[in-house]
């Protein structure tokens, strides 16, 4: 059974800061992995997908890696904003049914 | 614009009274999820939708069914709410017609409440 792991659970950094977060998954025979984002009491935001072929997706300031051998992802936030405080969300898609396997989250504060 | 929309937002209801959680899509994916979020316990599937009129159970679907008689439709069920369903219900969606995987996008989350 997948399980999905991120730490820390919570994360705080000064305004500036280049910050990783991490995501581990026990299980490597995933179709992809996707990053979210949740801002309090609001929906998930998709932020990056990596396919199981790619090691790297990039969207500004964002860049997620993904290592499959290892069973581990990272999302790598550059100059770091306090509106990017959230609670960032990993999920790995199993395969046949295209479930998404949800980490508990980080929950990042960015301090100005 | 593309987008998964789900009613009511919120909801208070008492033991026993049926509801029904819509969740609509506009971009004609094929695929269509739910999943509750309870604190500590994350994210989990519910029932998830291959196409129309193909569903199947996921992680925790006790409690609750859904139908899939439209493509852009998948409404979740509760025939007699409970207290344990109160939580924050996601519908989501996602594109299969090109054979891999690609990214899901969620709706804005329902907040029930039972009573």
Known sequence: KQEVTQIPAALSVPEGENLVLNCSFTDSAIYNLQWFRQDPGKGLTSLLLIQSSQREQTSGRLNASLDKSSGRSTLYIAASQPGDSATYLCAATQGGSEKLVFGKGTKLTVNP | ?115
């Open chain 2, 1 to 115: 614009e593309a987008q998964v929309t789900q009613n009511p937002r919120y909801l208070i209801t008492v033991t026993g009274k049926k509801l029904t959680v819509t969740c609509s899509q506009n971009m004609n994916h094929e695929y269509m999820s739910w999943y509750r979020q309870d604190p500590g316990l994350g994210l989990r599937q519910i029932y998830y939708s291959m196409n129309v009129e193909v569903t199947d159970k996921g992680d925790v679907p006790e409690g609750y069914k859904v139908s899939r008689k439209e493509k852009r439709n998948f409404p979740l069920i509760l025939e007699s709410p409970s207290p344990n369903q109160t939580s924050l219900y996601f519908c989501a969606s996602e594109d299969l017609s090109a054979g891999l995987s690609y990214e899901q996008y969620f709706g804005p989350g329902t907040r029930l409440t039972v009573t």
